[in-house]
C-alpha cells in the first residue's frame, strides 16, 4: 500500500508543478534582478550605501565617460567588482611619470591644457592623453617620443584652409606660423590615442579631431620610400621597409671626412627614376641604382629567388661600393711612468711578429697612406710594458716589454684611406687608421628591389650572351616569374611599367602612396610612344640569336644592393686556435672558427654511411686521460717522473682512455656538484 502511494503521488506533483509553478518563477525572477539595482539605491538609501559600499562598489559608477551598454552587463554579473581605494573619485595627473596632482574634471582639465598649446601658451612640444580606463591624465614633455604633425580639425572643418595655403606657397608664412597659431600640431603615440584622424579631407566629419597632411604619413620614412605600396601585400611592405634600412647608398656626403668604425658607400648612387614624395626628400642619399629588369627564367640559374646579372653591367660599374673601417688605438700612461710606445717592435719583445710584418710601417710605427693590406698586416706598431712577469721571464731576461700592434682583422682586407693622429680627453695620443676596400658585384651578393623581393646573384652572364630586345635593350638583371605570384608584389610591376615609361620619356615618375599616375594614365603614354602598353617585350636569346616563344615582361626598376655581401661572410677553416675550456675549436669567422657540425649533419653523415667522416669530424677534442681502476676517477699523471697515480688510492693501476676533452670537462663539473662520476674501465 505505501509503495503504491508513494508512487502515485509524485507523478500527479510532476505532472503539476512544471506546468504551472516555474513558468511563473521564470517570468518573476529576472524582473526582479533588473529591478533591484534600480529601487533599492531609492528605497533604502540609509542603509545599504553605509554597510557595503564602503568595502566595494561596482566598476561602472568610477569612469564619467563611459554613459551606455556596458552597465546591462555587469549587472548580470555582480561578482566582478574592484575594491574602490579610500581616495575619492578624482583622477591623478601624470606628469612624465610621476604623480603630479589631482583633478575633478579631467576631460575639461585636458580640453583646456591642449587649446592653451595650440595658442602658443604652454610648449608645442607638451602632450597630454586622458585615460577613462585607468582614470589617469598623463602629460609628456620628455624627449624620446616619437612625435608627428596632424592639421588640427574644429567642427568638421580643417584649420589649414586655402587660404592659409596660400600664403604657405608664397612663402608669407613659413612651417613654425603654423604650429604657433595652432593649425598645425604635433602629437606622440600616446596623444594619438585620444584622436579621431581623417586621412583625407573629403573624409571629416564633426567628430573628427584631425586630419593628415598626406595619406602618405601614415608609413614610415623606409616604407614611404616604396612606390606603389597599396598594391601589395602588407607583410611585403614590411620587408621591403627593411630591406631598404639594409640597402647600401650614400650614408654621408662628408664620408671622406669620417671616420666611423665601418660603413660602406655606394659608388654610382642613382636617384629612383620612380620616385615617391618621400624619396623627393631624401634625394641626396639615394640608396640604390635604376636597372633594366625582365622577369624570364635563365637557363634554370633563377630558381626560386635566385638572380642573374649581366657581367657587362657589373663591368660598368653597376652597384660598385666601397666598404670602409677604421681601426684605432691609444698610446697610454700607466702608473710607475710606463707607457705605450708608437714604433715599429724590434726583436726580442714578447709576441714579435717577425721582420715581415712590419715592413710597410713607417719609421713613426703608422703605416702609409694607399699601402695595400691584408688579414693581420701590422698598421700601427705599438710596444706596451709587460703586465706579469713570469718566473720563466726573469730567468731569461727578457725585455719587459710586449708587442701590442693594431693589425687588420682577419678575413678583411683593402688600402689604407687615411691616418687620423688626435688626442683623447685624458690627453693621451689617439691613432685612426681608416681601411677602404672596394667591393665590385659578385656571385653570392645580395639585391632587392623597394618591394620586398630580394635575391642573390647566382650567375653572371657576359653582355653577348643576354638576350635582346629588338632595339638592342639588353637587362641589366633577370628575375624569375616566380617570385610574382605567390608574394603578390603588384607594385613591383606597375613599378616596372613606370619605369620603362620614365625612361622613355626622360621623366620621373611619382608613385606616392594612395597620390600617384594611375595605371590607366601609364598605358596610354606607352600607346602613344607606340609602345606596347603592358609591358611586354619580343626578347631573342643571346646565344642562339632565336627569338623567344612567348613574350617577356621587362621594364625599369630601382634595386637595392644589400649589406650582406659574401666577401664578409665566406669562410673555411682546415687549422686554427681552439677554446682553452673545452679545447675544441672556436666559433665564427672572425675568431677563425670552425663550422660546427651539429646533430642534424651528423645523422647525414650516419645515414650516408660515412663513418671515418664522422670519426673526423668529431675528434676535435680528443684526448688520452689516466683513470684509476680502483675508484674510477681520473688520476693524476706526473710528467717529470714520468709515473701516473691515483691521488686517492696511492698504489692502484692506472690505465689510459682515449676520450674527449668535453667528457673530462663534464667529469669535473659533476665533482664540482658533489656528484661522484666512476668509471668503469675494461681491455678491449
Ligand atoms: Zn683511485
Given at each position: 500500500m505505501k509503495k503504491k502511494r508513494a508512487l502515485k503521488k509524485p507523478v500527479k506533483k510532476v505532472k503539476k508543478r512544471p506546468t504551472k509553478r516555474p513558468v511563473k518563477k521564470l517570468t518573476k525572477r529576472p524582473k526582479r534582478l533588473t529591478r533591484k539595482p534600480v529601487k533599492r539605491p531609492t528605497k533604502k538609501p540609509a542603509r545599504k550605501p553605509i554597510r557595503k559600499p564602503k568595502l566595494e562598489r561596482k566598476v561602472r559608477r568610477k569612469p564619467e565617460a563611459i554613459k551606455t551598454k556596458p552597465i546591462k552587463h555587469e549587472a548580470r554579473r555582480p561578482e566582478v567588482r574592484i575594491v574602490e581605494r579610500r581616495v575619492s573619485r578624482k583622477t591623478d595627473v601624470y606628469f612624465n611619470g610621476r604623480v603630479a596632482c589631482e583633478i575633478k574634471n579631467p576631460a575639461d582639465f585636458v580640453e583646456n591644457l591642449r587649446k592653451k598649446r595650440r595658442m602658443g601658451l604652454i610648449s608645442h612640444q607638451m602632450n597630454i592623453v586622458y585615460y577613462p580606463d585607468f582614470n589617469e591624465v598623463r602629460v609628456n614633455t620628455t624627449h624620446g617620443r616619437t612625435r608627428r604633425p596632424l592639421i588640427i580639425v574644429d567642427n568638421g572643418k580643417p584649420k589649414l584652409t586655402d587660404k592659409i595655403l596660400k600664403k604657405l606657397n608664397k612663402g608669407e608664412i613659413n612651417w613654425s606660423y603654423l604650429i604657433q597659431h595652432g593649425i598645425v600640431e604635433y602629437l606622440d603615440a600616446e596623444e594619438e590615442e585620444d584622436t579621431y584622424i581623417a586621412l583625407k579631407p573629403e573624409d571629416l566629419t564633426r567628430e573628427h579631431t584631425h586630419l593628415e597632411i598626406?595619406?602618405?604619413?601614415?608609413?614610415?620614412t623606409s616604407a614611404a620610400l616604396i612606390p606603389y605600396p597599396e598594391y601589395n601585400r602588407g607583410d611585403r611592405i614590411n620587408y621591403g621597409a627593411k630591406m631598404v634600412g639594409q640597402a647600401i647608398g650614400l650614408?654621408?656626403?662628408n664620408f671622406p671626412m669620417r671616420a666611423d668604425t665601418k660603413f660602406n658607400t655606394l659608388s654610382y648612387p642613382q636617384a629612383p627614376l620612380v620616385r615617391t614624395n618621400i624619396s623627393d626628400i631624401l634625394d641626396e642619399y639615394p640608396e640604390g641604382q635604376n636597372i633594366v629588369v625582365a622577369i624570364m627564367c635563365h637557363d634554370g640559374y633563377n630558381l626560386n629567388d635566385a638572380i642573374v646579372i649581366n657581367k657587362s653591367s657589373i663591368e660598368r660599374g653597376l652597384f660598385r661600393s666601397v666598404y670602409f673601417r677604421t681601426y684605432e688605438t691609444i698610446k697610454k700612461k700607466y702608473w710607475g711612468g710606463q707607457e705605450d710606445e708608437i714604433r715599429i717592435p724590434e726583436p726580442g719583445i714578447k709576441g714579435y711578429l717577425g721582420e715581415e710584418a712590419y715592413v710597410d710601417i713607417g719609421d713613426d710605427g703608422i703605416i702609409n697612406t694607399e699601402t695595400r693590406v691584408v688579414s693581420d698586416s701590422v698598421l700601427i706598431g705599438k710596444v706596451s710594458p709587460l703586465r706579469f712577469l713570469s718566473a720563466e721571464d726573469f730567468a731569461a731576461d727578457i725585455e719587459n716589454r710586449r708587442e701590442t700592434s693594431v693589425t687588420v682583422r682577419y678575413g678583411e682586407e683593402g688600402i689604407v684611406d687615411d691616418v687620423l693622429i688626435s688626442e683623447t680627453v685624458d690627453s693621451d695620443q689617439l691613432i685612426k687608421v681608416k681601411i677602404r676596400d672596394q667591393r665590385i658585384l659578385e656571385v653570392g651578393d645580395k639585391l632587392a628591389s623597394r618591394h620586398g623581393q630580394k635575391g642573390v646573384i647566382s650567375l653572371l652572364v657576359p653582355h653577348e650572351d643576354m638576350p635582346f630586345t629588338v632595339e638592342g635593350v639588353v637587362p641589366d638583371l633577370i628575375f624569375n616569374p616566380h617570385a610574382i605570384p605567390s608574394r603578390m608584389t603588384i607594385g613591383q610591376l606597375l613599378e616596372l611599367l613606370a619605369g620603362k615609361m620614365g625612361a622613355m620619356s626622360g621623366k620621373s615618375i611619382d608613385a606616392s602612396a594612395f597620390n600617384h599616375i594611375r595605371e590607366d594614365e601609364i598605358r596610354k603614354v606607352m600607346k602613344s610612344m607606340g609602345l606596347r602598353e603592358d609591358g611586354k617585350q619580343v626578347l631573342y636569346d643571346g646565344k642562339k640569336g632565336m627569338q623567344y616563344d612567348v613574350m617577356i615582361f621587362t621594364g625599369l626598376a630601382y634595386y637595392m644592393k644589400l649589406d650582406h655581401m659574401v666577401s664578409d661572410k665566406i669562410h673555411a677553416r682546415s687549422r686554427g686556435p681552439v677554446t682553452l675550456l673545452t679545447k675544441q675549436p672556436t666559433e665564427g669567422r672572425a675568431k677563425r672558427g670552425g663550422l660546427r657540425l651539429g646533430e642534424m649533419e651528423q645523422q647525414c653523415l650516419v645515414g650516408h654511411g660515412a663513418v671515418l667522416a664522422l670519426k673526423e669530424r668529431f675528434d676535435s677534442d680528443k684526448t688520452m686521460v689516466p683513470i684509476c681502476t680502483k675508484c674510477g676517477l681520473v688520476a693524476i699523471h706526473d710528467i717529470a717522473k714520468n709515473r701516473s697515480y691515483c691521488g686517492v688510492c696511492k698504489d692502484s693501476e692506472v690505465v689510459w682512455v682515449e676520450t674527449s676533452y668535453a667528457f673530462k670537462l663534464t667529469l669535473d663539473e659533476l665533482k664540482s656538484m658533489g656528484i661522484y662520476p666512476k668509471l668503469g674501465t675494461e681491455e678491449i
Open positions: 598626406d595619406p602618405i604619413t601614415i608609413l614610415g650614408m654621408a656626403s
